[in-house]
């Protein structure tokens, strides 16, 4: 397959691992304050850059999408139009994917596309208005990213992939959480 390891891969690793330690306080933070926006976006824009620099074409698209939202977060728009972009930009790092054949490069890549897919219907669902299916998709997307990551560094040995694999689990733990609550309230 694709070799992942250089003499730079040691500083690409640590730069992961700083933009994952910055995401997880994300997470402990209030939730849409500033200082969470704020780990949101740094942490995910050096993931791109991780993704990029290590050639993961697949969790460059997810990150992507989330930098994406994760800018979202910092401008004035109603909730169908940030809704409305993020759906697009997944729908277009899904056609894109498709149009280089990066399944056919990358056989584990269907799981991490289903991934994304419920990670973008995740963003769509109003948490308000359907909490289980929002707490679903997204807690499963995110389940799938990391099962996608897992085989990544088990069968490509690329240990780049075990942050998004530690992340993606740490962020399916709330929406799952919001998912078991709606089925007992049911």
């Known amino acids: 397959m ?9 500083w690409i690793f640590y730069t992961g691992i700083l933009a994952m330690v910055l995401l997880i ?17 740094v942490g995910s824009v050096l993931l791109a850059a991780v993704a990029y620099l290590n050639k993961q074409t697949m969790l460059l698209s997810l990150q992507v999408i989330i ?8 401008i004035q728009l ?3 139009q940030k809704y409305g972009i ?3 930009a997944s729908i277009l790092a899904i056609i894109y994917l498709i149009s280089i054949k990066n399944f056919k490069k990358d056989p584990w890549s269907i799981i991490c596309t289903l991934g994304l897919i419920l990670i973008a219907v995740g963003y769509v ?10 707490g679903l998709s ?23 992939a075990v942050i998004w694999f530690i992340l993606n689990l740490v962020f399916a733990i709330n929406p799952l959480l919001i998912a078991i609550s709606a089925m007992k309230a049911s």
Request: aromatic share 12%; hydrophobic share 45%.
């Open 2 to 10: 694709r070799p992942r390891h250089s003499a730079g891969s040691e």
């Open 125 to 134: 669902t109003d948490a308000t208005v359907n909490p289980l299916f929002f």
């Open 25 to 41: 306080i994300g997470i402990l933070q209030q939730p849409s304050s500033l200082p969470q926006k704020s780990l949101f976006l």
């Open 86 to 88: 993020l759906a697009m």
């Open 78 to 80: 109603g909730g169908a």
């Open 138 to 160: 997204l807690g499963l997307g995110s389940v799938l990213v990391a099962l996608y990551s897992f085989m990544d560094y088990y069968f490509q040995k690329d240990h780049v």
């Open 67 to 74: 930098v994406i939202g994760s800018a979202l977060a910092f």
